[in-house]
């Protein structure tokens, strides 16, 4: 999957969660949180939904540090190409 | 033969609109059965039958508002003798008196401004569904005119003639309200008129506890490790089962206060303050939470957040919750105080797990701690068991595996 397709992807499984969101004006490197008010059940349910897209688990662990799309579409690219 | 009758869904809840009929005469239903949809004040709601038997009769056309109390329709239970033929339906040909849609189809159909009547249901008997919205949604998109293209380049072989002058318009009138801001005016309204009810009626007293969390959160990050992402748990599954089973030991705030005395109930149902996208927020219950599994009740927490997100809870969800909890930690906050929701007769809050210098068997360490507080009504406990309450909260959350 190239990046591009994984950031589609991604914000396929963003726009479940936060039918509101606009991947048109979603600032790639602000805090989701901030930008769209999700709480930590919007948050899991996100992270099943990247599971459910591209196949990647991502441990709760590592989710604390994934703030931005960008740094979401960067760990699961990583993850996919490792 | 039973009645059906508009429930209360809310403290102030005083009237209903039924929107449509799930069922139809001559129909047999059971117990827990969704029959209707009705729309109060804070959201559209699925009512559930209390009786098992035939659906004999319905009294209330779609689309009438009644007070709550009113018989809706007549139900004849399981073994009762037929009375009456059920009325026929529509004959052939002639127009459905109403669509059959869920209300979170009927919610999203409103957002996106489609007319659900042009919808083609795919659920059972034809009823839209969330999904025949999207997709009609999905297809209006594909048939709109494509966006404008770029302004050619080339001039346009005749000037375009100037617009004519247009005197200024005095004053435009403001654009109507769309649906979804009607609907947050008027939960807006329902939450108002309860809370000003609580504060005007329940004497209320507060206390507050800070919890060690380390126990909980350990074994919570150990748990997680082992299982897939679809079967993880939140923290906040921890508090509403320690709630719970804390209630089965002060059963008196397990309870509600009807006429001028307290009546305590025997399930522990308790009501989950839920925020909704936009502004608004309602607090459905998630029935026998003492009794369900972490794995079951974080199943349930799911569910139920999912459906109110939705607009799509059952009215036992909302006139069954014995207790609230809020947990408003997500952005920072560190105590709760909050405001019963009547009739219950307390509500219990979470702030934000942080990390604080925490003394332990002498020893100066950093700890992760949570603020939990108990708003409780002093008409039916005081200080000395409320405290209890926390204290047994506190206590159930230091053995997590246990919970």
């Known amino acids: 999957m190239s990046r591009d397709e994984i950031k589609e992807a991604v914000l396929r499984a963003l726009t479940d969660v936060a039918p509101e969101a606009d991947p048109v004006t979603l600032r790639p490197d602000v805090e989701l949180r901030d930008q769209l008010d999700i709480d930590s059940m919007d948050s899991l349910n996100f992270v099943i939904g990247i599971h459910e897209q591209v196949g990647v688990d991502i441990p709760e662990a590592e989710w604390a540090r994934l703030q931005t799309l960008d740094q979401v579409v960067d760990y699961v690219a990583e993850r996919m190409a490792a | ?403």
């Open chain 2, 1 to 403: 033969m039973a009645d059906f009758v508009m429930p209360a869904l809310g403290a102030d809840m005083s009237v209903g609109t039924l929107m449509q009929w799930l069922k139809q005469p001559g129909e047999t239903v059971k117990k827990g059965d969704i029959v209707a949809v009705v729309h109060t004040d804070k959201a559209d709601v699925e009512i559930e039958v209390f009786t098992s038997g035939v659906l004999e009769e319905l009294l209330v056309e779609p689309g009438t508002e009644v007070p709550i109390g009113t018989v809706l329709a007549r139900i004849r239970e399981n073994g009762a003798p037929a009375v009456a033929a059920p009325p026929p339906g529509p004959a052939p040909g002639e127009p459905q008196p109403h669509l059959l849609i869920s209300p979170s189809a009927r919610h999203l159909s409103e957002e996106l401004g489609i007319d659900p009547s042009s919808i083609a249901g795919s659920g059972p008997g034809g009823r839209i569904q969330r999904k025949d919205v999207e997709a009609a949604a999905a297809a209006r998109e594909a048939a709109a005119p494509p966006h404008p293209a770029e302004p050619a380049l080339a001039a346009p072989a005749e000037p375009a003639p100037p617009a004519p002058a247009t005197p200024p318009s005095p004053a435009a009138a403001p654009p109507p309200p769309s649906a979804a801001e009607e609907r947050n005016v008027a939960m807006r309204r329902a939450i108002a008129a309860a809370m000003s009810r609580s504060k005007r009626e329940i004497p209320h007293f507060y206390l507050g506890q800070t919890i060690d969390m380390s126990a909980a959160i350990a074994w919570l990050s150990q748990e997680n490790l082992h299982r897939p992402v679809t079967e993880r748990l939140l923290h906040g599954v921890l508090f509403l089962k320690a709630v719970a089973l804390a209630l089965r030991e002060v059963p008196e705030l397990n309870a509600v206060w009807q006429g001028d005395e307290l009546v305590t109930r025997e399930d522990v149902n308790v009501g989950v303050a839920i925020s909704l996208r936009r502004g608004g927020l309602v607090a459905p219950a998630i029935h026998r939470t003492d009794e369900l599994s972490l794995d079951e009740l974080m199943h349930a927490f799911r569910d139920l957040v999912s459906r109110a997100r939705s607009w799509s809870l059952r009215s036992s969800e909302m006139t069954d919750p014995t207790i609230t909890v809020t947990s408003l930690g997500e952005r920072g906050v560190e105590s709760v105080f909050g405001v019963i929701f009547p009739p219950q007769v307390a509500i219990v809050g979470f702030g934000m797990l942080v990390e604080r210098p925490w003394i332990s068997e002498g020893q100066l360490l950093p700890c992760p701690v949570v603020s939990a507080s108990l708003s409780a009504d002093h008409r039916v406990t005081d200080g000395h068991r409320a405290s209890a309450f926390l204290a047994a909260i506190d206590r159930l959350l230091q053995e997590p595996d246990q919970l």
